[in-house]
């Protein structure tokens, strides 16, 4: 099993910057993709952008050129954000799936972009 706790959400001003992480532990040998969606309320849950074991990486067409997803070794999850505007205002979630399928969510952490 697999358990995952984001980390940094904050109130930026809009144009600012913000880094986010993402911890994971338990069963991290067998995570093959990760990736970050956000959701605001009333809203479904939209990607962001995912990274696979192999470093291939796909993200949403509203935050391609302002977001960076990265992972390290022990699969720790990042989400560079720049350039942030008043519309990345969501909680933003960790999401990992394993390379049989099984996926798990964080808990979410809240991004306020002020305008």
């Known amino acids: 099993q697999v358990q995952l706790e984001e980390f940094g959400g904050a109130l930026v001003p809009a144009g600012g910057s913000l880094r986010l992480s993402c911890a994971a532990s338990?069963?991290?040998?067998?995570?093959?993709?990760m990736g970050w969606y956000r959701q605001a309320p009333g809203n479904y849950r939209e990607l962001v952008a995912t990274?696979?074991?192999?470093?291939?990486t796909n993200y949403a067409s509203s935050v391609k050129g302002r977001f960076t997803i990265s992972r390290d070794a022990k699969n720790t999850l990042y989400l560079q954000m720049n350039s942030l505007e008043p519309e990345d205002t969501r909680v933003y979630y960790c999401?990992?799936?394993?390379?049989?399928?099984?996926?798990?969510w964080g808990r979410g952490t809240e991004v306020t972009v002020s305008t």
């Open positions: 999401k990992s799936t394993t390379h049989w399928g099984s996926a798990v």
């Open positions: 338990g069963e991290i040998a067998a995570i093959n993709t």
């Open positions: 990274i696979t074991s192999d470093g291939d």
